[in-house]
Nanobody
């Protein structure tokens, strides 16, 4: 069974940095697009950044020039480097991936809390 396991969240002061990781485990043939979403209290889940298997990236306007998404296809892992964090970045962050496996489809991580204090 495919699972996405996130790590790297926590509490940081405004202006600080965090690096999130998300590893896909299980019997995986291939992973296409991978991405990071976030959901703040009382708000809808929103796309933060995405990356194709070939490395093409896409970012929400609110995080451009501060966040960087990358992936290691050999490790089935996607990363989100977050710099110059702001209080409005506080949210639960979720990774997702379109996984080609015995059960092909979109998988989600369990979510990880990122809190930025002012």
């Amino acid at each position: 069974q495919v699972q996405l396991v996130e790590s790297g969240g926590g509490l940081v002061q405004a202006g600080g940095s965090l690096r999130l990781s998300c590893r896909a485990t299980g019997i995986i043939h291939r992973i296409n697009d991978m991405g990071w979403y976030r959901q703040a209290p009382g708000k809808q889940r929103e796309l933060v950044a995405s990356i194709t298997s070939g490395g093409v990236t896409n970012y929400a306007d609110s995080v451009k020039d501060r966040f960087t998404i990358s992936r290691d296809n050999n490790k089935n892992t996607v990363y989100l480097q977050m710099n110059n964090l702001k209080p409005e970045d506080t949210a639960v962050y979720y990774c997702n991936a379109y996984v080609i496996s015995s059960v092909t489809g979109v998988y989600w991580g369990q979510g990880i809390q990122v809190t930025v204090s002012s």
